[in-house]
């Protein structure tokens, strides 16, 4: 299927499919297929941005993680290292972060 667009029609389409991280002809053909079986389409952007923010903090739930046994371990060895308050304070804002997330993905669900 071959179609035309004007320089600003197709400006918008691009801008579109940029801001869902997809090419524009695949972006054109999402759109088409939907408005054709009369559903919307779904707000994917907003997905993968929520997505690449669990990513990056189940990252950093990792390395606190390794951390805190690294830490504990110190502590079973009769030490009590200082970075422990901190490791935990960090723990606990991390979960802080995925509760917000979590929340404000919620709020994007239908």
Known sequence: MIF???????????AAAERQHLANGAFAAIATLAVAR?????????LRE?????MHTAGQVRRIG??????????HAGELPEQLRWYARAAA????????LADEIKTRLP
């Open 4 to 14: 035309s667009l004007s320089e600003e029609e197709y400006a918008i389409v691009a």
């Open 38 to 46: 009369g559903t919307t389409q779904p707000e994917y952007a907003m």
């Open 50 to 54: 929520s997505l690449a923010a669990v």
């Open 66 to 75: 390794i951390n805190l046994t690294q830490a504990v371990a110190a502590l």
């Open 93 to 100: 804002q991390t979960v802080d972060k995925l509760d917000d």
